[in-house]
Every structure is written in C-alpha cells, then in structure tokens.
C-alpha cells in the first residue's frame, strides 16, 4: 500500500512539473520565431497593458494590422476632441479571434473602447484556436500562456511536444523561418502600426481566386457569439464598452454582391452579438485597388480610406456626427508585374477567367499528353495564367514532371488525379507558397512537390498571420 501512495504521489509530481519541465526545454533552445511576424504578438499585449488613460483596442484577425492606419486614426479622434490610445490587436487567423478576445480582456480598463472588426469566414467567426501556431508566437513570451481561458491552455500545452520536435527538427535542417518584408517583426512600428510600405495590389487579377467571400453563407459559431457576449459583460462590468464594426472586403471576391447578401450577413451578426454594431458592411466592401496580398489585407492607401471609414463610425457613435475632414488617397495603380512567358502556351487549352483579366487552364492539346514534361506558361497575350481546372491534365498518362509558374495561385482538388505517371511537381513561386487545400494532391501518392529554397520555411511554418494548408504535406515538400 505504501509503494501504492509513493507512486501515485509520484505520478502527481510529475504531472504538475511536466509542464514547468517542457517550458524550461522551450527556452533552451535557440529562438525561431523571435524576428518574424508571430513574435508581434508579445509587444502588441504588453502595449495594451502599460497604456494609461483611455485606450481603443481594435481586435479581430489579421485585417486589422494590414487595414488601420494608427497615427491616423488617433489624429482624427483628437480632432474632434476624443483622446484615446488606439492598440490594434489583430495579427493572426491562424491563431484564431477568439484567442485575441482571451488575451486582451484582462487589460480593459474604464473608459476604454473595444472595436470587434472580424473577417467574415467560418472559422474566423469561430472559437477555433491554432495551438501550434500560437505556440510559435508565444516561444520567447510563454506568459502569454497565462492569459488563454482553461480551453486554450489545455491546447497549447497538449501540442506542446510536437512543437518542440517541430523546432527540433527546423534546427537540424538549417532551413530557418524567414523573417524578411512584411510579414517580420521589423515591420511594425512600437505602437503596433505595420509600418511597411505596401504599394498598390500585387495580386494577379487584384483578388485571391482561391478564397471567395461569400457573405450570405457566413456561419457565425454559436460558441463564438455566446464568447463575445461573455466578453462584452466583462468589459461592462470594467466599465469599458465593446462595439462591432467590419472587416474590409475586396469586392472582386464577393461570391454575391446583391443587397440580399449584405441584408443576410447584417442581420447575422445583429441576431449573434449583443454589442452595438457601429458601422455599415457595405461601406467596407472596397474596390481591389486598395488591397495588397489577399481580400482582406490592404495596401497603404487603402489602410488609410478603412481608416477614416472606421473614425466616422466611432465619431458618430460617440455622439460627433461632424463630417470627417481627411484628403482620401489616390487609387494606386496595379504592383502585379506578369511574367515572362516560360512554359509553352501551345500545349493548353486556355480559356479567359475573371472578365477576361487573365486565363486558366481547362485541358491540354493532344500532342502534349504525350510528353512527360510539361511547363505551364506564366502569361499569354500580356495576361496573367492564374489557375487551372481540376481535370486540365486528364489523359497526360506520361506526364512525370510539371512545373507551374508563381502566377498560379492555387491547386484545385484532385488536381492530378489524371496523371498515373506524375512523379515531380516542381513550383516556381518565390515571393509567396501557391494555394493548396488537404486535397489538392488527391490521387498523386508518389508525388513530391519542389519549391524554391527561398520559400521553403513560408511552405513549412505559413505566413504567420494565416492558417498554413501545406502543414498536411509537408512530408513530400523539398527545397531546391
């Protein structure tokens, strides 16, 4: 019976340690993650902490960073008398909203002002939580851990291991993350702005292909709603208020534009959260001019029109409903450059996409199925090639190897199911990873996948700021 007490009192010991022990291995080994986007997060809640005097938090996913202009947007506050220290506190839909909710509402104070401006997406408007991505932005901070609810916690420390071995494994390889342009830590001011210049749209057609926005058919979770509702009696109670306004959205995304659509996302989110909604959807939903690297991000100049949209909301529910008087910035032309033409256009059949703004791919001539290499061209006629059907390489039995352009944006589902031969899938895309969902690669077993080795760490740790769709095959990704 002794020996019994001694090992369960053991067992205890161990169980309540072993978190402090795989903390303490955490820390030993050498940061990662420290200069890149996801190492933001740490300064961003530690800002919100040692403000004083009234402060206006912005929470929501990565919109925010890319979509407020912060010095602006105090300066057109105090113009009309309203002091407030804006702390945006929006980075990650990888990490999910209802992280972002969690980690600041211990630092609300009286007097403050919360905006909630989330992506309308299904797993935005969730209580979904990225451990392992979160896990990444807290490596050099793990006191954020503290700040999660039970449910969080209990995530991040259960994928705790796998992201150890994850390091592990990164640190043998010498592929390290990388932490350059805008998605580095460098790239934020100290009061949270992203500071880096983002001219004009650097999307092929000026929207994300793979990711239409379809409002009529956003799901707002009721775990999510019944969330912010909790969080919204907190802030009372602190005697802060909580209001909702929108996301931007690019336009040419839209799956519906119709007033039906808009009507249908409006009422979901007035019949799902009980804070004031303070702004108009419609109002948010901008030309492609003024994103910048996908439909919810925007460029600088598009930072600032959100920013002033946003200002005579807060204005007007503030009681101020004096026009805003703020010179709009001029429309920025294009920064997507098309390609020079590699691969051989005469091998595909192409059919115009978007308008006619570029092309896609929809099958192959009968002379190329014969061939075993094949390279699709990055442009025809001066427009860019952007995608391809899922049954554009049907009947290439003797395809082996494929190369796609970074002009492609995404690999649709069972893209290669067509190709019993296919062995190499060889991308060119150095700027960004090309789209891909769990089952792009559906019916290519044996096939592996080579990017170039510039872009291999964003293919194997994603963006920082968005979920990362190669995570399920990275055991056949190789850097070239």
């Known amino acids: 019976m002794k020996k019994t007490w001694i090992s369960i009192v053991a067992f205890m ?8 022990l795989l903390l303490t291995v955490g820390a030993s080994l050498p940061s990662l993650y420290g200069k890149s986007y996801y190492a933001e997060l740490a300064p961003l809640t530690e800002r919100l902490d040692r403000v004083q005097g009234k402060k206006l938090v912005l929470i929501g996913g990565s919109n925010i960073a890319f979509g407020v202009d912060v010095d602006l947007l105090e300066q057109l506050l105090a113009e009309k008398g309203y002091s407030y220290t804006v702390c945006p506190y929006g980075l990650y839909a990888a990490v999910g909203c209802s992280a972002m909710l969690s980690l600041s509402e211990n630092a609300l104070k009286e007097g403050d002002l919360v905006v909630l401006a989330v992506e309308p997406t299904d797993e935005t408007m969730s209580t979904y939580f990225g451990a392992s991505v979160f896990l990444k932005c807290a490596e050099d901070a793990p006191w954020l851990l503290a700040r999660l609810n039970a449910e969080q916690r209990s995530a991040a420390l259960g994928n705790y291991v796998s992201y150890l071995q994850e390091r592990l494994s990164i640190l043998r390889s010498g592929q390290l993350p990388e932490a350059e342009g805008v998605y580095s830590r460098a790239s934020f001011g100290d009061n949270g702005n992203l500071d880096y210049p983002r001219e004009g749209n650097i999307m092929a057609l000026g929207f994300d292909t793979a990711e239409p926005v379809d409002l009529k058919n956003v799901r707002i979770e009721d775990a999510f709603a019944e969330q912010v509702r909790d969080y919204c009696r907190a802030a009372e109670r602190k005697g802060a208020q909580v209001w909702l306004s929108f996301s931007p959205v690019n336009r040419s995304a839209l799956a519906d534009e119709s007033e039906d659509a808009m009507l249908s996302f409006f009422t979901h989110c007035l019949e799902s959260f009980s804070c004031p909604v303070i702004s108009d959807p419609r109002r948010y939903v901008l030309d492609s001019a003024w994103f910048y690297d996908s439909n919810f991000h ?3 100049a ?3 029109v959100r920013t002033v949209l946003l200002a005579e909301d807060i204005l007007a529910q503030l009681g101020c409903c004096e026009a805003v008087d703020y010179p709009l910035p001029n ?4 920064a997507y450059q098309v390609a020079e033409t590699a691969g051989d256009a005469a ?9 006619g703004a570029g092309w896609q791919v929809t099958g192959l001539r009968a002379e190329a199925k014969e061939k075993s290499v094949l390279a699709l061209p990055a442009s025809c006629e001066g427009k860019p090639v952007v995608g391809f059907t899922a049954g554009a390489f049907a009947g290439a039995d003797q395809l082996e190897e494929l190369c796609l ?3 492609i ?3 649709p589902d069972n ?44 293919y194997r740790d994603g963006f920082g700021c968005e979920a990362n769709p190669w995570i399920v095959f990275l055991d056949r990704v190789f850097p070239y």
Do not use: K
Not at 426 to 447: F, K, Y
């Open 298 to 300: 925007l460029n600088s």
């Open 347 to 355: 091998n595909f059949v192409l059919e115009p996409f978007a308008a």
């Open 409 to 411: 944006e995404t690999i």
């Open 405 to 407: 352009p970074g002009s």
């Open 331 to 334: 429309v920025t032309a294009s």
């Open 415 to 458: 893209a290669f199911s067509g190709c019993p031969s296919l062995r190499r899938l060889v991308l060119l895309h150095e700027n960004a990873p090309c789209g891909v969902s769990e089952h792009s690669l559906d019916g290519a077993e044996a096939l592996r996948v080579y990017v170039p080795a510039a872009t291999y760490p964003m």
């Open 302 to 304: 598009g930072a600032q």
């Open 13 to 20: 010991l161990l169980v309540c340690l072993l978190p402090a």
